[in-house]
């Protein structure tokens, strides 16, 4: 049972655009949410993340919106560029499962010049 | 520099054949865990570390053993690898059960014949 899902298994965008990633998650215990870029060869970096008691969190060109009723949230990229292109892996986490956290399949952004 | 270190990089070895993954972090990590990533599936956690000589399951935990005698080091054990166990394997710290985001290691490419 995949509790996180990224229905998109891959987004291509032009640069200067705006990217935006889709996650949608089933377990109402999360209150967590992380969102993880992965290069090829690389281990994923961490990118940004959001609490539950939060509707929206940003840094710098990357913004994450969360919809707690939806069970939904996203990550938008304005301006994309092409070094964003990537993996791009979300992620929740339980206060009940400590240390555990569950990813999604993952999304492949391409930004094309 | 802070970092995760996985080694080796990338292992052949055949069926039955004992194996193990070291994995060392220098940030002095309460939380370390092992992930397997494949095609389709995203990164799916193995087993994870709250401290030393606390270990949990994660959702793939099948044919894998960990132990944590010391708070840097985690090594991922294969008793008897399997073809199945053919992946790309991911060990991560976080200072805070993820909540600041796992550091994750550069990966260990494992392949089983």
């Known amino acids: 049972d995949q509790q996180v899902k990224q229905n998109s298994p891959s987004l291509s965008v032009q640069e200067g655009r705006i990217s935006i990633l889709n996650c949608d998650y089933t377990?109402?215990?999360?209150?967590?949410f992380l969102w993880y870029k992965k290069y090829p060869a690389e281990g994923p970096t961490f990118l940004i993340s959001?609490?539950?008691?939060?509707d929206k969190n940003e840094d710098g060109r990357f913004t994450v919106f969360l919809n707690k009723s939806a069970k939904h949230l996203s990550l938008h990229i304005v301006p994309s560029q092409p070094g964003d292109s990537a993996v791009y892996f979300c992620?929740?986490?339980?206060?009940?499962?400590?240390?555990?956290?569950?990813f999604g399949q993952g999304t492949t952004l391409q930004v094309k010049p | 520099e802070a970092q995760v270190t996985q080694n080796p990089r990338y292992l052949i070895t055949v069926t039955g054949k004992k194996l193990t993954v070291t994995c060392s972090q220098n940030m002095n990590h309460e939380y370390m865990s092992w992930y397997r990533q494949d095609p389709g599936l995203g990164l799916r956690q193995i087993y994870y570390?709250?401290?030393?000589?606390?270990?949990d399951k994660g959702d793939v935990p099948e044919g894998y053993k960990v132990s944590r005698k010391e708070k840097r080091n985690f090594p991922l054990i294969l008793e008897s690898p399997s073809p199945n166990q053919t992946s790309l394997y991911f060990c991560?710290?976080?200072?805070?059960?993820?909540?600041?985001?796992?550091?994750f290691g550069s990966g260990t490419r494992l392949t089983v014949v």
């Open positions: 570390s709250m401290n030393v000589e606390v270990t």
């Open positions: 377990n109402s215990m999360f209150d967590y």
């Open positions: 992620a929740a986490s339980a206060i009940s499962n400590t240390g555990k956290l569950i």
């Open positions: 959001i609490s539950s008691i939060k």
């Open positions: 991560a710290s976080s200072l805070n059960r993820g909540y600041y985001g796992y550091t």
